[in-house]
């Protein structure tokens, strides 16, 4: 059986509404993924246990409140901490173009913002994935 | 940690109750690959003391809100708790998405909680393949109580029983024609009946209701011991010790009664005849269409039979199996 690619998307902090990561999740099960969703305001370190223990190959993290600059970097250490810095971690949301490149040259390995399109999500996912190999 | 590690490094981990381990072995167990065999037998062996507690009922009936209650409780207690919550796969992609956790959010980063959600991959009866190894796997991590929370489909739900020492059956009141959806063949593989979502006024109809059915349809399937109803309402936190309670008194009854060994036995032999249908079924796939293939011409000239073609389509199946 081939394995399905496993992604977390969730939501930090206070961002009040998740139908943004719904749709995600939606358009990531219909390309035949496993999507597991956590609910709105979790910690970063709900996020990342999460992670760990549904050993994901994605974590999807939405950001919509600006406070991008401090979760991301949060969530890079808090996986290294827990022996999984292999989780693939991708942003999403609204953030200034030098911010992006900050938080890649950072260890997030892509960036989705707002209005990207479905089709490109699934491709990026499904890009990282076979990048890194087996799991 | 490091991608593609073999499964028999991960054994020793996994008993030391290594989170990633863990979790990476349940990856393995759920994927079902040849290569995590050995490893999966090995922790086969080193599991057994787990307390293994189905939780099933119709979709929306609250039984991940209750799991995450329950643990709150057994933690209390002093316990380890493995969670394995299965949600359905779509038909259409085979993909799902997997819900479970959003009731967990509080309990589930707790150190002695383990929390797994699952796909069904299409498989009917609640559980997932590789539903019953991600259980053995939490086992022999140490978790002394393991919750496997099936697929809400309502009826038919038998596959826990493959799985569960223990099953609770949840009802909700005010979902559809309530009491009717509970199809006969559920009422009577619960060990526990819970009444969910006691907080709404409609929930002491739904428990009168399940008592008056419970007393006709179980003595008639030649049930002894009475199965306890209890109503609960995780909204306001009432019933849950009380559940806790019934569902440890229903292992006390087992060990107690020497039914324990029996239910276990049956367990095993359950799993055992799945694994072997299961089997049966991939060497089936896989052999179809070249089979047929050498079948065609003879049924198009109408010299071979349905019945005989098939006959000739399955001879053999297995017999490259190597045990
Ligand atoms: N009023 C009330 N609502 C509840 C209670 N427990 C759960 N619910 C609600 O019932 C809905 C379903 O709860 P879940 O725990 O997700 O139910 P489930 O049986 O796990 O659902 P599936 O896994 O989708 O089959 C949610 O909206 C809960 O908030 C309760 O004790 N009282
Ligand atoms: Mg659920």
Redesign the interface.
């Known amino acids: 059986?081939a394995?399905?690619i496993?992604v977390i998307v969730a939501k930090v902090g206070l961002d009040g509404h998740d139908r943004g990561v719904k749709i995600v999740?939606?358009t990531?099960?219909?390309?035949?993924?496993?999507?597991?969703?956590?609910?709105l305001h979790?910690t970063p370190?709900?996020v990342v246990?999460?992670a760990?223990?549904?050993?994901v190959d994605v974590l999807g993290v939405s950001i919509l409140s600006g406070a991008h600059m401090t979760v991301f970097p949060r969530l890079l250490k808090l996986l290294a901490e827990?022996?999984?810095e292999?989780v693939i971690v991708v942003g999403g949301g609204v953030m200034p173009e030098g911010d992006v490149a900050q938080l890649k040259a950072l260890g997030v390995k892509e960036v989705l913002l707002q209005d990207t399109p479905p089709e490109a999500i699934v491709a990026t996912i499904r890009r990282l994935v076979a990048e890194?190999?087996?799991? | 940690m490091q991608g593609g590690l073999p499964s028999l490094e991960l054994v020793e981990r996994v008993c030391s109750g290594e989170r990633r381990a863990v979790a990476r072995m349940l990856s393995r167990a759920e994927a079902g690959g040849e290569e995590a065999r050995e490893a999966l037998d090995l922790l086969y062996r080193r599991a057994g003391r787990a307390h293994v507690v189905g939780m099933t009922g119709v979709p929306g009936s609250g039984k991940s809100t209750l799991v995450a209650k329950l643990i709150a409780a057994a933690l209390a207690a002093g316990r380890r708790i493995g969670v394995v919550a299965i949600d359905p796969s779509s038909p259409f992609s085979g993909g799902a998405i997997l819900g479970d956790r959003i009731r967990m959010g509080e309990v589930s980063g707790h150190p002695a909680v383990f929390v797994r959600s699952m796909a069904s991959r299409g498989a009917l009866g609640g559980l997932a393949p590789g539903t019953l190894e991600a259980v053995d796997v939490l086992d022999a991590a140490g978790y002394d109580m393991v919750f496997v929370e099936t697929v809400g489909v309502g009826q038919d739900e038998v596959d826990v029983v493959r799985a569960a020492h223990t099953t609770v059956v949840v009802s909700a009141p005010g979902l559809g024609d309530d009491i009717q959806a509970i199809k006969a063949g559920i009422l009577e593989i619960a060990d526990v009946h819970v009444v969910s979502k006691g907080d709404k006024p409609e929930a002491d109809r739904t428990v009168t209701d399940l008592k008056a059915m419970l007393g006709l349809a179980l003595p008639a399937a030649g049930l002894k011991r009475p199965v306890p109803v209890i109503k609960t309402s995780s909204a306001r936190g009432e019933g849950i010790g009380e559940l806790l309670a019934a569902i440890d008194a229903h292992r006390d009854h087992l060990v107690a009664s020497g039914e324990y060994q029996g239910r276990r036995q049956a367990i095993r032999e359950r799993r055992t005849l799945k694994a072997a249908e299961q089997i049966l079924h991939e060497e089936f796939e896989r052999h179809r269409q070249g089979r047929m293939a050498d079948l065609v011409a003879e049924l198009a000239a109408g010299t071979l039979s349905p019945q005989t073609a098939a006959r000739r389509l399955v001879a053999r199946i297995g017999t490259e199996i190597v045990p």
């Open positions: 059986m394995e399905a496993r999740a939606r990531l099960r219909d390309a035949g993924m496993d999507v597991i969703y956590t609910g979790r370190e709900e246990e999460a760990v223990q549904e050993d827990r022996d999984a292999d890194r190999g087996p799991k």
